[in-house]
């Protein structure tokens, strides 16, 4: 049984519960699954009871394609209160992205220091204000993110009426800031067990920010959690780094802890245990140097490849191929021929599973500059010119 740590991921837990989430102990590891939005990425996920090292992460990615295979994402969570636990290396090298929060939790909380003098702050209550909270959403997140596609469109319609059920059922209070009638902040308190209320998704509009709704509204909402639902402890987690963790801590919130988890998005190529304990060699063998073992490994690292690093355009298998081409060049033309079509045939198949047409067209850019480089050291003709007689 994982007894989770991390006040972070206990109280997300509690949330997609009530959310009607299924949370599955799996001993050393925790399975949680969305069917109702299989677009949430944090909807389906698996938290790790401890930190991976970089020769478990295969086996890792494959018992998450086993336990969420409708998942087209990839998210781990690690139970750790202090994010210096965990090696990002281990993860970043498969493709993720670390994901890096602030858990705050208060006791009491204060008045914030530039309230909103007009703001109007109630529940939500009734198809037009949930109207509302759902094109405030709409609006957050076309000024924080690139235009959404349709199917980012469908999640936040799908997230927003999953807000509202948990609020209907009684799980949650969700809070609104009015100006004239019209919602211009919001979030959620949602009652855990333990005598815990979290906070859940804090967004005001975008042409009302900085003027105090947030911490209003914080405010408000985490005197109703103390208060009426008789909370010991208030729970709100921000991304590392950003303004929000100043506008709790000046209502009374206080960083407790880490939280940290790691996401691979759709259409990234699927990394087994096989492969990547091949990367694994391959990086180890071309750091010693030992190219023409690292290029006997390169057509193993899956259908797609891997890349060289972080934001590369090249893969892995044909930056080893290229290299072990040029070693060869000057003394064996002939392999040097071989290596560099071998590179660019593998540049080829990573640029097939770009994730964009930009990134495709910058990766087939390095096929062709591969492609080039072998007819410039074109292996020269040893054919003798005789035939045999007849």
Known sequence: ????????????????????????????????????????????????????????????????????????????????????????????????????????????VREPPHPHPAAVIRPLAGPEDWRQAADLRAACGAADE????????????????????????????????????????????????????????????????????????????????????????????????SPAVRVYASVGFIPAEDTIGFTRPPGTAATSASVLSTEQAVRALRAAGKLADAAELAGQLGPYGVADGDDATLSLGAAVLEAYGDQLAAANPGAADVAYRRAADEQRSFAAAATSGGEGAARMADAERIEAKRRAHDAPDTSTGTSCAG
């Open 146 to 241: 690139p235009p959404a596609p349709s199917e980012e469109h469908q999640f936040g319609e799908l997230r927003a009426l999953a807000r509202q059920r948990m609020a209907q059922a009684g799980g949650a209070t969700w809070f609104g800031a009015f100006t004239a009638g019209r919602l211009v902040a919001h979030l959620g308190l949602v009652r855990l067990p333990g005598g815990l209320a979290r906070f859940q998704d804090v967004e005001t509009h975008p042409s009302f920010r900085r003027q105090g709704l947030a911490g209003t509204l914080v405010w408000h909402a985490a005197r109703h959690g103390l208060g009426q639902l008789g909370a010991a402890r208030l729970v709100i987690v921000a991304e590392q780094g």
């Open 1 to 108: 049984m994982v007894r989770v740590r991390s006040l972070g991921y206990q109280t997300d837990l509690g949330v997609r519960r009530a959310e009607g989430s299924t949370v599955t102990d799996c001993g050393d590891h925790i399975v949680v699954r969305t069917d109702q939005n299989p677009l949430y990425w944090w909807g389906s996920f698996i938290l790790l009871a401890s930190a991976p090292r970089a020769d478990e992460i295969g086996g890792w990615l494959d018992r998450f394609a086993a336990a969420l295979p409708a998942a087209r994402h990839c998210a781990f969570g690690v139970d750790v209160a202090d994010a210096a636990e965990v090696d990002d290396a281990v993860f970043t090298t498969a493709g993720f992205a670390a994901d890096r929060g602030v858990v705050l939790t208060a006791s009491g």
